[in-house]
Nanobody
Framework: QVRLVESGGGLVQAGGSLRLSCAVS????????MGWFRQAPGKEREFVAA????????YYSDSVKGRFTISRDNANNTVNLQMKNLQPEDTAVYFC?????????????????WGQGTQVTVSS
């Protein structure tokens, strides 16, 4: 059984930082492309970042590039998202997901397993 559990969300002031973690069981994170998505109230779930299975290349949405860093901890089988210089527009529920083989890293529908999400709230 595949299970993804996010942690690390919370309330932070604008300009602050948070580190999200996604603990994965039933899958080895290094064998799959892993991604982070977010969903703000009343909006569609959107791509944030991905780390590719082969070569560990990282990809980011334009809105977070230069502020967020995705990484993989193979020893602990986790995927992390370091977020710096957070802004109120980053407020959302953040989801970790595992992409199916051969999918597109930024396409939500190409991810087959999801965590339950963790709330990030940035106050101005």
């Amino acid at each position: 059984q595949v299970r993804l559990v996010e942690s690390g969300g919370g309330l932070v002031q604008a300009g602050g930082s948070l580190r999200l973690s996604c603990a994965v069981s039933g899958r080895t994170v290094s064998d799959y492309t892993m991604g982070w998505f977010r969903q703000a109230p009343g909006k569609e779930r959107e791509f944030v970042a991905a780390i590719i299975r082969i070569g560990s290349s990282q990809y980011y949405s334009d809105s977070v590039k230069g502020r967020f860093t995705i990484s993989r901890d193979n020893a602990n089988n986790t995927v992390n998202l370091q977020m710096k210089n957070l802004q109120p527009e980053d407020t959302a529920v953040y989801f970790c997901a595992q992409r199916r083989m051969g999918g597109t890293y930024s396409l939500r529908t190409d991810y087959e397993y999801w965590g339950q999400g963790t709330q990030v709230t940035v106050s101005s």
